[in-house]
T-cell receptor
Framework: DGGITQSPKYLFRKEGQNVTLSCEQNLNHDAMYWYRQDPGQGLRLIYYSQIVNDFQKGDIAEGYSVSREKKESFPLTVTSAQKNPTAFYLC?????????????FGDGTRLSIL | AQKITQTQPGMFVQEKEAVTLDCTYDTSDQSYGLFWYKQPSSGEMIFLIYQGSYDEQNATEGRYSLNFQKARKSANLVISASQLGDSAMYFCAMRASSGGSNYKLTFGKGTLLTVNP
């Protein structure tokens, strides 16, 4: 089945620690995205990537980093500089970054502070 | 800038009845897309339906239909014959096709739908 796989489902971070969230897609989509969701809120864009080896900051990129070395993979690192990382993180992909195609989402990763 | 407003924090509906979830939007773009997503308590975001700004007919997908009123800038989701499995958070979202933010979805704050047996 084609889809987007996020792992782990739950993640705990200690103070001062970097953690990496995985996102893999087998939809052959060019564009991939990372969103953050806080309780009772909609989604906010952290980073997006239109093609391999290219990525751009979204609305709330501070304290996060990404890489796009392969078309299928777009990992997100939550660095120690992100002071309030507790949230639900959703990865998405679309055929291309521009245009009006829908974005399809993974099942998400819940990140908490220990 | 784009903005999505969902004025109903929560809605209740009896099983097998229809329900309308409200969504209004604001944009200066002429070409844009409107989307509805369902988020169950498990967290995944499920794409339901899409309406393009130039589409003359309202979109339908099974029990979901989108009541698109362009002049009023509204894009309400109608769910017919509600089922218990429809209980979830529903998000309206927009994507513009021009300008500097055409890559992202702008989301509303969502409406929590509860279907009662």
């Amino acid at each position: 089945d084609g889809g987007i796989t996020q792992s782990p489902k739950y993640l705990f971070r200690k103070e001062g620690q970097n953690v990496t969230l995985s996102c893999e897609q087998n939809l052959n989509h060019d564009a991939m995205y990372w969103y953050r969701q806080d309780p009772g809120q909609g989604l906010r864009l952290i980073y997006y990537s239109q093609i391999v080896n290219d990525f751009q900051k979204g609305d709330i990129a501070e304290g996060y980093s990404v890489s796009r070395e392969k078309k299928e993979s777009f990992p997100l690192t939550v660095t120690s500089a992100q002071k309030n990382p507790t949230a639900f993180y959703l990865c998405a992909s679309s055929i291309v970054a521009t245009g009006l195609q829908p974005q399809h989402f993974g099942d998400g990763t819940r990140l908490s502070i220990l | 800038a784009q903005k999505i407003t969902q004025t109903q924090p929560g809605m209740f509906v009896q099983e097998k009845e229809a329900v309308t979830l409200d969504c209004t939007y604001d944009t200066s773009d002429q070409s844009y897309g409107l989307f509805w997503y369902k988020q169950p308590s498990s967290g995944e975001m499920i794409f339901l339906i899409y309406q393009g700004s130039y589409d003359e007919q309202n979109a339908t997908e099974g029990r979901y239909s989108l009541n698109f009123q362009k002049a009023r800038k509204s894009a309400n989701l109608v769910i017919s014959a509600s089922q218990l499995g429809d209980s979830a958070m529903y998000f309206c979202a927009m994507r513009a096709s021009s300008g500097g933010s055409n890559y992202k979805l702008t989301f509303g704050k969502g409406t929590l739908l509860t279907v009662n047996p």
